[in-house]
């Protein structure tokens, strides 16, 4: 095992997007922006997905991948809400309003943090400016330290119907070396008051690899997770890039895991949370069987976008909105500002804030459906993606400069299946699916240095 890691654990891109985001440019502009944005009225998926970003936290974690910070000034929050109900009705305006909305996510940041009228005031302009699916997820990513009872009843209340609680880790010694507070009530109690508000999803976010999660801490939290029951389980492997957030710096003077160590503790949590009867999904993620993203990986319909996985069913087009944020859209990325008072100052004058962006040829187009379909699956069938874009199987090989020789490795050490024009990726093969995905990206260069390691 010991040399399988070493062999395998090498930086290389998460595939949330294709191509992924260092290559994009600041050639796109807000124009290009808006172009893409008419464009996708005609290009699929016909539904919409919105992403709204709240880049503010009271109190930053040490050891955190996200664009956040504390507000510059207390007016800088009420100047940032005005400014994303600017930006959706600016994007509203050249949308096709037959286009139902499947998908809401209030990322961070902690989105839970800010005061909630604002909250509901933008959910309220969605509400007229948008055509709702009747299926509508609503989803917000909250800091359980800021989480009352009674804020449940609020958020149901102004319609969101699933919550990722962001716990790391249940112990205290834990969170205190990362610089987080814990839960403001028992975890137990507050997916309690949850449920009864309505929430009809309500998933748990977890960490491994901080410091202090020896094995048995690890296994204490992973079991009172489960105790629980939530519907999803992510166990998020933490990416140490100081060189993204210099404050990771911090975590080092208490010793990192080895990739031995940490390899024990995925399979830990793997092996705690199948016991329990949880379904594996994609990298990181763990859902109920009777969970849609289960349901979906059973019939191959999984799909993923910068917000985590969901199914083919929900997953719009993406439009973002706020401060570093991405849409998502067939032909194009578009990454707005990262600082989020040049975006204030961009959306105050009536102007799109994009700062860089990507666009996609057919190439890249179709190389980002085999990369999905490797990366959510662990499957893919070149007739079916040939059949989709209407071309042959050698012609959709040639594109992706397919050479079976590349995968013999992987064939070897158990990793990957070919049958025919099929592809599955094994259960082993899984923990290195990043570097399956490698094998079809005919545009990997030398930026893999810039990317965290794969295990
Ligand atoms: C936007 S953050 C969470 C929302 C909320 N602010 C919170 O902390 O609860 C989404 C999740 O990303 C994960 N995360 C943050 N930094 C990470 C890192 N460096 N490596 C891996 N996962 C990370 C955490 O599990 C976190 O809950
Ligand atoms: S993990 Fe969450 S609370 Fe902590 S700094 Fe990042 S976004 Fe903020």
Same mark, same amino acid.
């Given at each position: ?177 990362? &610089?987080? #507070?814990? +839960? =403001? ?7 309690? /008051? ?5 929430? @009809? ?69 793997? &092996?705690? #949370?199948? +016991? =329990? ?7 990181? /993620? ?5 969970? @849609? ?163």
């Amino acid at each position: 095992m010991k040399d399988f890691l070493t062999k395998y654990n090498r930086p290389g891109p998460r595939y949330t997007s294709y191509p992924p985001a260092p290559y994009f440019n600041e050639q796109f502009t807000p124009d290009d922006y808006r172009e893409s944005v008419i464009a996708s009225n005609s290009e699929e998926p016909p539904s919409i997905s919105i992403y709204i970003h709240i880049p503010f936290c009271p109190q930053l974690c040490y050891f955190c991948g996200c664009n956040t910070g504390k507000p510059k000034d207390p007016g800088d929050i009420k100047r940032y809400a005005d400014a994303l109900k600017e930006e959706i009705k600016m994007v509203s305006g050249l949308l096709d309003k037959n286009r139902p909305v499947t998908q809401i996510h209030w990322g961070g940041g902690t989105p839970n943090s800010i005061p909630y009228e604002y909250i509901s005031g933008i959910m309220e302009l969605l509400k007229a400016e948008f055509k709702f699916h009747k299926k509508i997820e609503v989803a917000i990513e909250c800091n359980p330290a800021y989480l009352s009872p009674e804020n449940a009843g609020e958020l149901a209340g102004m319609g969101f119907n699933r919550v990722s609680l962001g716990i790391q880790d249940f112990h205290g010694e834990v969170l205190e070396k990362v &610089n987080r #507070l814990p +839960s =403001a009530m028992p975890a137990e109690e507050l997916v309690k /008051h949850l449920r009864k508000s309505g929430f @009809e999803g309500v998933n748990l976010d977890l960490m491994y690899g901080l410091p202090g999660q020896t094995p048995p801490v690890y296994t204490d939290t992973i079991k009172k997770a489960i105790s629980l029951s939530p519907d999803r389980i992510v166990t998020f492997s933490y990416a140490h890039v100081p060189w993204f957030n210099p404050s990771m710096k911090k975590v080092e003077k208490f010793g990192l895991p080895s990739t031995g160590e940490k390899f024990n503790l995925f399979n830990t949590g793997y &092996n705690l #949370l199948t +016991s =329990a009867g949880y379904i594996p999904v994609g990298l990181d /993620h763990y859902a109920l069987p009777e969970d @849609e993203l289960s349901l979906a990986l059973k019939e191959r319909k999984l799909h993923r976008n910068f917000q985590g996985y969901c199914t083919k069913e929900t997953t719009g087009q993406v439009y973002a909105f706020g401060s570093s944020s991405i849409s998502q859209l067939w032909n194009a990325y578009s990454q707005n500002s990262k600082d989020y008072i040049r975006y204030i100052e961009k959306i105050e004058k009536g102007k799109f804030a994009t700062e860089r962006g990507y666009r996609l040829n057919r190439r890249e187009i179709i190389t980002r459906e085999v990369i999905n379909s490797i990366m959510c699956n662990g499957h893919l069938n070149f007739s079916d993606i040939a059949r989709n874009f209407g071309i042959s199987v050698d012609e959709l090989k040639e594109l992706l400069s397919y050479n079976q020789g590349s995968l013999d490795e992987f064939i070897e050490d158990g990793l990957v299946e070919i049958e025919g024009e099929e592809l599955n990726v094994t259960r082993r093969g899984m923990l290195v699916v990043r570097n399956i995905a490698m094998a079809f990206d005919f545009m990997i260069d030398g930026r893999q240095q810039r990317y965290s390691k794969t295990i």
